[in-house]
């Protein structure tokens, strides 16, 4: 059974600020995918990124920035100089062989000017 | 075009009314998804179709009828729902065949039963 948690339930930071969303995944698969999905308040759910588990590689999109550990277990979510505009709830999700999406419980995230 | 679409976008209807919800895309995507989102909870499976035919239903009550008439539409046929039916219905659609793929998903449809 492969499980996702995402601890931090609502996050609360002041604009320009850096701001770390965690997600610590469970499976005993050997191949896997992980993926960070934003939802705004208008309810669409954007996908953000996918990483395998054979790419231990950190990427960074602009502002964003992850980082997967396999040590860990954890595929973290860095947003640098936040703005409101990423005010959303963030889901990390896993994914295994041909199964479907597991997502984590999600983290809303609050950025005020 | 890389949108899967939902029509309508709000919908209020009575206990012993009949509608559905549709989703759309071009993407040519095979496997397509209906999920339910409670307020402040993660999207619940209820619905997979691959090759336009139902792979997946997660025990969803028989008031919840899915369909799939082609490669490119999903429908939700809604009668009699209860309160509790609530939510955001998001549709999705995916590649087959990998597994690294994401899903594309729709911006919902936020249903009301009164």
């Known amino acids: 059974a492969q499980k996702v948690t995402q601890a931090q339930t609502e996050i609360s930071v002041v604009e320009k600020e850096d701001v770390t969303l965690d997600c610590v995944y469970e499976?005993?698969?050997?191949?896997?995918?992980l993926f960070w999905y934003k939802q705004p308040p208008s309810g669409e759910l954007v996908f953000l990124i996918r990483?395998?588990?054979?790419?231990?590689q950190n990427e960074i999109s602009g502002r964003y920035s992850w980082n997967f550990q396999k040590s860990t277990s954890s595929f973290n979510f860095t947003i640098t100089a936040s703005q409101v505009v990423d005010s959303a709830v963030y889901f990390c999700a896993l994914r295994l062989g041909y199964s479907t999406l597991t997502f984590g419980k999600g983290t809303m995230l609050l950025v005020s000017p | 075009d890389t949108e899967v679409t939902q029509t309508p976008k709000h919908l209020v209807m009575g206990m012993t009314n009949k509608k559905s919800l549709k989703c759309e895309q071009h993407?040519?995507?095979?496997?397509m998804y209906w999920y339910k989102q409670k307020a402040k909870k993660p999207p619940e499976l209820m619905f997979v179709y691959s090759y336009e035919k139902l792979s997946i239903n997660e025990s969803v009550p028989s008031r919840f009828s899915p369909e799939c008439p082609n490669s490119s539409l999903l429908n939700l046929h809604l009668h009699a729902l209860q309160p509790e039916d609530s939510a955001l219905y998001l549709c999705a659609s995916s590649q087959t065949g990998g597994t690294n793929y994401g899903y594309t998903f729709g911006s919902g449809t936020r249903l009301t039963v009164v």
């Open positions: 990483r395998n588990s054979f790419d231990e």
């Open positions: 993407m040519g995507h095979r496997a």
């Open positions: 499976t005993r698969d050997t191949t896997y995918y």
